[in-house]
């Protein structure tokens, strides 16, 4: 059985975390992006592998460890 998604009226699915950051932006003082835009690069420490994530999911994650797990978060 193959469940369908569905999507609100800004095209994301239901399981899309980016409609919760549609309107999040990046700033530094100079420049301003907007999250959903956004990834971040980085090397790996424990692999030395340069990888990419998008910042729509650094925010999900940094939302969930503060809310659901009440881990501290800063």
């Known amino acids: 059985m193959v469940e369908i998604m569905s999507e ?3 095209g994301y699915s239901s399981h899309d975390w980016r409609q919760h ?3 999040a932006v990046i ?5 301003i992006l907007k999250v959903n835009d ?8 424990k692999t030395l ?3 990419s994530v998008e910042v ?3 925010v999900r994650v940094f939302v969930n460890n503060r809310d659901d797990l ?3 978060v800063k």
């Open 8 to 10: 609100d009226v800004l």
């Open 21 to 23: 950051t549609d309107d």
């Open 27 to 31: 700033e530094d003082g100079e420049h």
């Open 38 to 45: 956004s990834r971040v690069l980085f090397k790996n420490p």
């Open 49 to 51: 592998k340069e990888e």
């Open 56 to 58: 729509s999911r650094l």
């Open 70 to 72: 009440k881990r501290s």
